[in-house]
């Protein structure tokens, strides 16, 4: 490490040595679930606070994506529309075991971000924060989705007549006031390891309502 940091100081660069760590789905919406996107790519407003404060920006990989079945996660949907077919008795079985299931996967990603993050404090970096998604099952800091609810009444939606309105509004109706569990896991292995970054969040519901506001980038005591 003596000849890493001597290195660092004399071929002392131009980087600013600040990191921030954001939720995969600000720096790209093809990862949101359906109905969930309301751009193209990415959050320019997030992503230009962090061009303009020189910071390098980590984009942690999307928990619902590893998990779920892949960017339109594909587990999920074949809850949508069961509700009176055979499926049904099953799914409402399986679903105590499919969030196990989930938690384990966020747990192995939030190891991994936790290893990312004590790789550069070790070197000197600075990691200013973390910007999760508020309404996020998985990436919620405040606010995340009651997951029976939702798949309760996923399992109600008609295919064929479903909107992106109707859609966005039943994730609004499961909203409650607690972590994603991928954030919580990510909070508690962070305290485990006695490292203190502040947590923010970008609104998904404001976005969808078209209510985007400036997201206040954290900053690190």
């Known amino acids: 490490m003596r000849k890493v940091k001597l290195l ?3 071929l002392a660069d131009g980087r600013s040595k600040k990191v921030i760590f954001l ?13 969930g996107a309301c751009r193209g790519g990415c959050i320019k407003e997030i992503v230009e606070q962090c061009i303009n404060e020189d910071l390098g920006i980590v984009q942690m990989p999307c928990p619902e994506q590893r998990a779920w079945g892949g960017v339109t996660k594909r ?25 196990y299931y989930s ?21 000197g970096f600075s990691v200013i924060g973390i910007i999760g998604i508020d309404g996020s099952p998985s990436c919620g800091v405040n606010k995340s989705l009651d997951l029976p609810k939702s ?19 039943i994730i609004f109706q499961c909203l409650i006031d607690c972590r994603g569990m ?40």
């Open 8 to 10: 660092q100081q004399r």
């Open 23 to 35: 939720s995969h789905c600000i720096l790209n919406e093809n990862t949101r679930y359906l109905g």
């Open 75 to 99: 587990l999920i949907l074949i809850a949508y529309g069961i509700r009176g077919t055979l499926l049904y008795p099953f799914f409402r079985l399986f679903l105590p075991f499919f969030i």
């Open 103 to 123: 938690k384990l996967i966020f747990w192995l990603l939030a190891k991994e971000m936790v290893g990312q993050i004590k790789d550069y404090l070790s070197y």
């Open 151 to 169: 798949f309760e009444m996923a399992a109600q939606i008609d295919i064929k007549l479903l909107t992106v309105e109707e859609m966005n509004k």
């Open 182 to 221: 991928y954030i919580e896991l990510l909070q508690k292995k962070l305290k485990k390891h006695h490292i203190k970054i502040p947590f923010s969040a970008h609104d998904l519901m404001d976005e969808i309502h078209k209510n985007c506001t400036r997201v206040k980038i954290p900053v690190s005591q």
